[in-house]
C-alpha cells in the first residue's frame, strides 16, 4: 500500500475534542492535591496537629482563601469549555431573590473582611420571582464578588436588589479603581484582563466575567457594566421575572 492510501484511511483528527480532553485531565490532577492542601489546611486551623498562634492564623486564612480560588478557576475553566461548545444545561426554579442575596451577602461577608471591605445588601421592594438555576446563579455571583474584591483595594461592595418592570435587577456596586469607557465592552471578552494603575494587573485568568456573560445569557438574560476612573463598578444583572421566562426553548 502506498504511503498516499495510508494516509487516505488515517482517521482525521478532532483537535477540540483533544483540547477539552487535556483540559479535563489536567483540571481532575489539579483537583486530587488541592483537595489534600484544603484538608491539610482545615486541619491546622482547627488545632489538629497543634494550638495555632495569633499570628500563625492569617497565613492559614491567606492559603485557603486561594484554595479555594484555585478552585473557583478551575470550574470557570470547565464551564467555560462547556458553555462555548453550547452544551452546558441549566435547571432552572422558581426563586426569591431577596432571601438567597441576603444568606449569600451573610456567606461571604467574612471573605470581604478579611480583605478589608465591607459587604452590604440592599433590597428595594417589589423584585419579582425569577426562574434561575439558582447553582449556576451563585457562580455568577462568586465570579463578580471576587472580581469586585480583586480591584477594590479600600471601602465596600454592596449588591443591590431591584425590580425594573417585570423583570429584576441586581447590581454589584463597589468602590475600585474603575474602568474607562472604551473598556467596558472588552470586559466581557474571554481572558480580558483590567491593568491597574501603570499597567499592574491583579490575578485571574480572565475567564470569569465571560463565563458569567454566558450563564446569564443561558436564562435569557442581561448582563453589563457601568464604571467611572477612581469611583469604582457597577455590574448589572437583568433576570427575567418568572412569568414571562421562557427557559424551554432557545433559538
Known sequence: MSKSAV???????????????FTAMISHELRTPLCAAKEAVELLSEGIAGAVSPEQT????????NIDRLGQIIDNVLDFGVLQRGQLAIAPEALALG????????????VATKAGLRLEFEEKAGAPLVSVDRARLRQVLLN?????????????????????????RITIIDTGCGISDDLLEEVFEPFFQVSVGTGRR??????????????????????WAQSQLGRGT??????????????????
Open 144 to 168: 463578580l464578588l471576587d472580581n469586585a474584591i480583586r480591584y477594590t483595594s479600600e471601602g465596600e461592595i454592596t449588591i443591590e436588589l431591584a425590580a425594573e418592570q417585570d423583570d429584576a
Open 99 to 110: 432571601p438567597f442575596l441576603e444568606s449569600f451577602v451573610a456567606e461571604q461577608g467574612p
Open 58 to 65: 492569617p497565613f492559614l486564612d491567606v492559603a485557603s482563601r
Open 7 to 21: 494516509q487516505a484511511v488515517k482517521p482525521a483528527v478532532d483537535a477540540d475534542l483533544i483540547k477539552d480532553q
Open 202 to 223: 491583579v490575578g485571574g485568568c480572565g475567564i470569569g466575567l465571560a463565563l458569567c456573560k454566558g450563564l446569564v445569557e443561558l436564562h435569557r438574560g442581561k448582563i
Open 234 to 251: 457597577s455590574l448589572h444583572i437583568l433576570l427575567p421575572g418568572a412569568d414571562k421566562a421562557s427557559l424551554g426553548s432557545r433559538p
